[in-house]
T-cell receptor, first 111, second 115 residues
């Protein structure tokens, strides 16, 4: 079973920041938080990952709480192309560890 | 673009038939994982191949089998197709190496319809 809990769906206005929450209260010390997204009928796209520090890349920012029991993915200026299902995943940072996907959050960007 | 390619993009089969799906991993990646995604669900792990050997398997029956070739490309074979095998099949590649890239990068998927 997935180790994360996410809202089923969210709406965000185009141009605004999209903040996607994720709860992972049973995360272990060696587990990272990964985010992927899946645009309709395409393969999942890697976005970002982190252990305990906040992370930022060209796609998004990842904010992890100090107790590591929850995190937020931030898309700073959402566009219509960001409409997708976003998956929050907890896993060890090993090349051979399988990914356990939950149902994710369906993000709708509204024009 | 991740550099992971899959073929074919779409496929229609009938119940009881066999199917082979193909995946070419990102350049330099030596590990391939396969996932099945039913409509409206998240992807489910089928199995993983590393150095041409199966390296972990999810809760799928033996009629799901695979191969990995010396160039790290991979095949997923499904025998005796059932209607419930209709799904999007995804492969993901990653690299095993000291300090290597652990992130799995996914291909576009093959959509299989079993009638």
């Amino acid at each position: 079973d997935a180790k994360t809990t996410q809202p089923t769906s969210m709406d965000c206005a185009e141009g605004r920041a999209a903040n996607l929450p994720c709860n992972h209260s049973t995360i272990s010390g060696n587990e990272y938080v990964y985010w992927y997204r899946q645009i309709h009928s395409q393969g999942p796209q890697y976005i970002i990952h982190g252990l305990k520090n906040n992370e930022t890349n060209e796609m998004a920012s990842l904010i992890i709480t100090e107790d590591r029991k929850s995190s937020t993915l931030i898309l700073p200026h959402a566009t219509l192309r960001d409409t997708a299902v976003y998956y929050c995943i907890v896993r060890v940072r090993r090349w051979d560890d399988k990914i356990i996907f939950g149902k994710g959050t369906r993000l709708h960007i509204l024009p | 673009e991740t550099g992971v390619t899959q073929s074919p993009t779409h496929l229609i089969k009938t119940r009881g038939q066999q199917v082979t799906l193909r995946c070419s991993s990102q350049s330099g990646h030596n590990t391939v994982s396969w996932y099945q995604q039913a409509l409206g669900q998240g992807p489910q792990f089928i199995f993983q191949y590393y150095r041409e050997e199966e390296n972990g398997r999810g809760n799928f029956p033996p009629r799901f089998s695979g191969l990995q070739f010396p160039n790290y490309s991979s095949e997923l074979n499904v025998n005796a197709l059932e209607l419930d095998d209709s799904a999007l099949y995804l492969c993901a590649s990653s690299l095993e190496a000291a300090g290597g890239v652990e992130t799995q990068y996914f291909g576009p998927g093959t959509r299989l319809l079993v009638l």
